[in-house]
């Protein structure tokens, strides 16, 4: 058993990943949050994420292994888990530290992922450098697979659209479509990272990918789940680029509905969108050949625990009436 805390793991990606370490029935889980419980949830423990604050919590309770889910979205974010990184390598408890990386390699440039808040992850990258005892892995399950499979899915993901829109029957590809990405289901990355916390050593990069596919076979397999093929429309890489793309009907109202998450309205969702699946297309989303020192869980774990959904399969649950 390790003693674990979970920063954000009352938000959309922390919750998923505070329960499935909760599910392990291991490990004793805390959740730092900046709002205090409404159910007296002893697990909760609220903090203003100063670093004297953190410090304290991280001591008091004996924290072993640091997992951040902040949503790295802004300068005050970036700064609360620099203020984590170093109330966790002053704690002589804590051994391990998850940062908030839920997605691909963010230390490249933008000819591979053009991407402004990936600077946001390499801020903490280069804190975590500096720590003098905290053993540390960066985790890479791809694209969620959740956003496929909205808005039918149970998820814990508010709604984006990337590329498909299956209601509306739509996909828009950049280039040729044959742009590879690599993704996983939330709750089968949480539950690997889960698994990850029983492994004597961690390298420093943590692979949890369920499916890679070209985005022109996940049309396929889109229109297969539902009966019909997608009305697919293509538009060149460097449009997106410049922010000049091609929405999807799903994602027009989304500024309306959630104000405060794009306080930058439409063309703030537009430029979201459109740097991340420029970065697909670029290839900065194909976890298939990774370098460096990685180790690949789903492997690792084959045939111990139960193996992730695919995602033809995730998407004919979904889809198919």
Sequence with gaps: MVIVAVAGGTGDLGRILAQAVIDTGKHEVYILSRKPPVDQNERIIQTDYTEESLAHILSEKGVEVVICALIMDSDSACEAQLRLIRAADQCPSVKRFIPSEFNVEYDVGDEVLPYPEKR???????????????EYAYFYPGMFMDYFGMP?????LRPLYFFFDPVHGRAILPGDGEGKMSMTLTTDAARYLALALDLPRWPRVLKAVASTVSLKELAALVG?????????????????????????????HLAKDYPERFPGGAEQVRALVADLEAGVALGAYDLSEIGGEHLDLVEWFEGLHPPPQQIGDFLEKTWRS
């Design 120 to 134: 946001f992850h390499q801020i903490a990258r280069r804190a975590l450098e500096r720590t003098n005892s905290v």
């Design 152 to 156: 039918r899915v149970s998820t814990c």
């Design 224 to 252: 297969k789940s539902q009966d019909r093929p997608l009305k697919v429309t293509f538009q060149p890489v460097e449009d997106l680029l410049r922010h000049d793309s091609i929405s999807l009907p799903s994602n027009m």
